[in-house]
C-alpha cells in the first residue's frame, strides 16, 4: 500500500498477523538498532510487537518491542537495541494482535543499523533533568556514569560522556573520563523555553556506547482551565 505494509482489521477475528523482513545478517560480537516507523489511527487502539528471531517462526522471535492499546494518527519511531546470541542470518518480525473489530496498522519503513561493539558502554543511569524552580531558562542534568558494557560485563574506563541537546549536531557538553560509576552534574544555561530533549551517549576505547533520551519541560507552565 503506497509502498508501506499495513494489517487491515476483521470483522469476527482477532489479529494474530505475522510480517516478516528478508534475512539480515549480523554478528554476535555487534549491536544491532532495530527501528521502525509507522501508525495506527487516533479511534482504534492497536496492539503491535517487533520481533526478531534467527527464523520466519513465531516461536523462534523475541520481543523488541510491545506496543499495547497504540493509539497514533501520524508517523513515530520506535526502537530497541539487540545483540545475537550467534552469528547468522536473523529476520525482523511484526505480529498484530489486536482484537476483533479495530482499525489498521501502517508499517512505512524498518531499518537494522550495525551501531557499535558489545565491548561499548551500556546507557548512563540515573538520568534526570530538574527545570529552574524559578523559571529562567536553564536546568540540571544528573546521571551517573555506566558500570558495564553493552554485553553486561564491568568496565574500567570511560573515555567521555556526551551531552546533546535537540536541535543541536554538537555536543553541549563533555565530561571527559568520568569513572564508572560516577555521579555527575551540569547546569544548562541555555535552554529554550518550552519542551526539551536531552540525549546522553557515553564512550570508551570500543567508541560510543547505548544512548538514552529524556524529555524536560523548562520555564514557567500554565495551568489548564478549572474543571
Known amino acids: 500500500n503506497n509502498g508501506t505494509a499495513k494489517y487491515e482489521y476483521d470483522v469476527t477475528n482477532a ?5 516478516f523482513s528478508p534475512k539480515i545478517k549480523m554478528n554476535s560480537d555487534r549491536v544491532y538498532k532495530v ?21 520466519q517462526e513465531a516461536r523462534d522471535q523475541t520481543v523488541l518491542v510491545n506496543l499495547q492499546d497504540w493509539s497514533v494518527q501520524e508517523n513515530e519511531t520506535h526502537y530497541a537495541y539487540y545483540i545475537p546470541e550467534t552469528d547468522g542470518h536473523h529476520y525482523v518480525g511484526f505480529h498484530a494482535y489486536s482484537k476483533r473489530a479495530k482499525t489498521y496498522i501502517e508499517i512505512d519503513e524498518l531499518s537494522v543499523v550495525d ?29 551517573t556514569a555506566p558500570l558495564k ?4 560485563e564491568t568496565i574500567s574506563a570511560l573515555t567521555k560522556i556526551e551531552i546533546y541537546r535537540e536541535g543541536t549536531l554538537e555536543s553541549v557538553h563533555t565530561f571527559d573520563a568520568p569513572a564508572p560509576g560516577e555521579i555527575l552534574e551540569w547546569i544548562d544555561e541555555d535552554v529554550v523555553i ?23 519541560y523548562i520555564g514557567y507552565d500554565t495551568p489548564s482551565v478549572v474543571e
Not at 558502554?121 to 538520568?127: M, S
Not at 558494557?149 to 553486561?152: D, H, L, R, V, Y
Not at 526539551?196 to 524529555?215: A, L, M, W
Open 15 to 19: 489479529a494474530n498477523d505475522w510480517l
Open 35 to 55: 527501528m521502525f516507523i509507522g501508525h495506527s489511527t487516533q479511534w482504534n487502539p492497536e496492539n503491535l510487537k517487533m520481533t526478531i528471531g534467527t527464523k
Open 115 to 143: 551501531a557499535f561493539s558489545v565491548y561499548a558502554p551500556a546507557a548512563v543511569e540515573n538520568l534526570t533533568v530538574e527545570p529552574d524552580l524559578n523559571g529562567r531558562p536553564q536546568a540540571t542534568v544528573k546521571m
Open 149 to 152: 558494557n553493552a554485553k553486561g
Open 194 to 216: 518550552g519542551d526539551n530533549t536531552y540525549r546522553i551517549v557515553p564512550f570508551n576505547e570500543h567508541g560510543e556506547g547505548i544512548d538514552k533520551y529524556i524529555d524536560a
